[in-house]
């Protein structure tokens, strides 16, 4: 099953860009 290989590590990489954001938004709006 590619396609669930493929979801798995889009939501891994998602998961990881959002908490990336969430460190980093709040030092943008601080500005």
Same mark, same amino acid.
């Given at each position: 099953?590619? /396609?669930l290989q493929i979801l +798995?590590? !889009?939501g891994i990489v998602l +998961? /990881?860009?959002v908490t990336i954001l /969430? !460190? /980093?938004v709040p030092t #943008? #709006?601080?500005r």
């Open positions: 099953m590619e /396609i +798995g590590t !889009a +998961g /990881i860009l /969430i !460190a /980093i #943008v #709006v601080d």
